[in-house]
């Protein structure tokens, strides 16, 4: 299925009227595609993270290794329905080792540990190609939901990734609210 068919799909099955917005994309190699863009929804699902799941430990990079193993042991290789689309994603070992490979401060390694309520209370925000032309890549999903960390707010960005065995969580990214204006203004 193409992206294109495939967003016209989700938002015929959101009952919206009117045209997609989108822009083009050329590849590399010379293809030229378009991208098509989910509107965005202003009311985004709360998730929220324990603040003090680390308390007594001084490292970030004990922090990392306590993450991965519960990581692993609690949703690698498990399916998760998010409930805006519908769609199941699974956690891949590659998914749990992306997202570690930056999570540098920790919050990013407390949202780590709520991945599965962050997959399940997404909107879909963006369906598009995947900008590597990688032929086993069908497309790239974007999703966001807001995480609040004790006092802390943030937009979560997802990555998913369909593949010929389906849809995997590849990734996120914190971006941090100002508490007055409501607004982004740095990624983690």
């Known amino acids: 299925m193409t992206t294109a068919v495939l967003c016209i799909q989700l938002e015929k099955s959101r009952k919206k009227k009117g045209r997609l917005p989108f822009k083009i994309i050329t ?5 030229r595609e378009k991208v098509y863009y989910i509107p965005k929804n202003p009311n985004l ?3 929220r993270a324990p603040a003090n799941t680390f308390s007594g430990i001084e490292s970030i990079r004990d922090i990392q290794k306590k993450v991965l193993l519960f990581a692993r042991n609690t949703m690698q290789g498990k399916l998760f329905k998010n409930i805006d689309t519908g769609y199941e994603i699974r956690i891949s070992r590659d998914g749990i080792d992306e997202v570690l490979s930056h999570a540098s401060k920790i919050d990013h390694c407390l949202s780590i540990m709520v991945i599965p309520k962050i997959l399940e209370q997404s909107k879909l925000l963006s369906v598009e190609p995947d900008k590597n032309g990688n032929e086993n890549v069908k497309a790239i999903y974007r999703m ?3 995480l609040e960390i004790g006092q802390k707010h943030y937009v979560v960005e997802s990555v998913i990734k369909e593949t010929v065995e389906g849809k995997k969580y590849y990734d996120h990214h914190l971006i ?3 508490p007055a204006s409501g607004g982004a203004h ?3």
């Open 27 to 31: 590849f590399k190699d010379g293809r």
């Open 144 to 146: 966001r939901c807001l």
């Open 45 to 47: 699902p709360l998730v």
């Open 186 to 188: 740095s990624h983690d």
């Open 176 to 178: 941090k609210k100002e």
